[in-house]
């Protein structure tokens, strides 16, 4: 890729030239780069990608259609390094799921008052978090949304309800993105303690993650 500045003769360029080369204008500056080359025969991954990406530009194209929408998207961009667009932006932010970082519940015992610590991150922004706590039996204890903490990474959830049977309790994170990507984390409580991680499970739902992990140690024999 090349940027060409004050060049009169490429003024305005855009488009294919010869076959070979791509003119782009991005932010004022032309870009020069190869034309793409696509194979004659794509793998499901690629074909997947593809439709993924697809998708992500009609996201695009419609939500830049707001004006709020579009500004936040055109901010980011102008703040980037990189020559970006808002479009450019809000494709990046279709396709990138948000990540929880981690669910803290050092403060959690069952009783109501407690916070439920959820640290979460996104390419662009987290929207919404939402907490669910279940007896092991998987009777609603309680749900709700977590309120988001001034420090810009933690949300937090104030519990409503007493846990009567907190050992093997399940407490569920989801979190949302502007283009209603959500990330899931499953917690189960076993002793207050340690976290010792299980597993982690990403399924597609434009896009789904799940990710599972354990707080303190199941009982003997027990997985």
Same mark, same amino acid.
């Given at each position: 890729?090349?940027?060409?500045?004050?060049?009169?003769?490429?003024?305005?360029?855009?488009?294919?030239?010869?076959?070979?080369?791509?003119?782009?204008?991005?932010?004022?500056?032309?870009?020069?780069?190869?034309?793409?080359?696509?194979?004659?025969?794509?793998?499901?991954? &690629?074909?997947? $990608?593809?439709?993924?990406? +697809?998708?992500?530009? *009609?996201?695009?194209?419609?939500? %830049?259609?707001?004006?709020? /929408?579009?500004?936040?998207?055109?901010?980011?961009?102008?703040?980037?390094?990189?020559?970006?667009?808002?479009?450019?932006?809000?494709?990046?932010?279709?396709?990138?799921?948000?990540?929880?970082?981690?669910?803290?519940?050092?403060?959690?015992?069952?009783?109501?008052?407690?916070?439920?610590?959820?640290?979460?991150?996104?390419?662009?922004?987290?929207?919404?978090?939402?907490?669910?706590?279940? &007896?092991?039996? $998987?009777?609603?204890?309680? +749900?709700?949304?977590? *309120?988001?903490?001034?420090?810009? %990474?933690?949300?937090?959830? /104030?519990?409503?309800?007493?846990?009567?049977?907190?050992?093997?309790?399940?407490?569920?994170?989801?979190?949302?993105?502007?283009?209603?990507?959500?990330?899931?984390?499953?917690?189960?409580?076993?002793?207050?303690?340690?976290?010792?991680?299980?597993?982690?499970?990403?399924?597609?739902?434009?896009?789904?993650?799940?990710?599972?992990?354990?707080?303190?140690?199941?009982?003997?024999?027990?997985?």
């Amino acid at each position: 890729m090349a940027f060409i500045n004050n060049n009169l003769l490429l003024l305005g360029a855009t488009g294919m030239v010869g076959s070979q080369l791509v003119f782009r204008i991005r932010k004022g500056k032309i870009i020069l780069s190869k034309r793409p080359q696509l194979p004659k025969q794509r793998t499901d991954a &690629q074909i997947k $990608h593809a439709m993924r990406f +697809k998708e992500a530009t *009609i996201y695009a194209k419609a939500a %830049l259609t707001d004006e709020e /929408t579009y500004k936040a998207y055109r901010e980011k961009a102008q703040n980037s390094e990189d020559a970006l667009t808002a479009y450019n932006v809000a494709v990046a932010d279709f396709l990138n799921l948000p990540v929880i970082k981690m669910v803290n519940l050092d403060g959690y015992s069952g009783q109501p008052g407690e916070e439920v610590v959820v640290t979460a991150t996104d390419d662009f922004q987290v929207k919404e978090v939402t907490v669910e706590i279940r &007896q092991s039996d $998987h009777t609603l204890v309680e +749900k709700g949304k977590a *309120i988001a903490d001034a420090n810009g %990474l933690d949300w937090k959830y /104030t519990t409503q309800s007493v846990n009567v049977s907190l050992t093997g309790s399940i407490v569920t994170v989801h979190v949302w993105d502007r283009p209603g990507n959500v990330t899931a984390k499953e917690v189960v409580i076993w002793l207050v303690g340690a976290v010792s991680e299980l597993c982690e499970l990403r399924v597609e739902k434009r896009v789904r993650s799940t990710q599972s992990e354990s707080v303190g140690h199941p009982p003997y024999g027990e997985i």
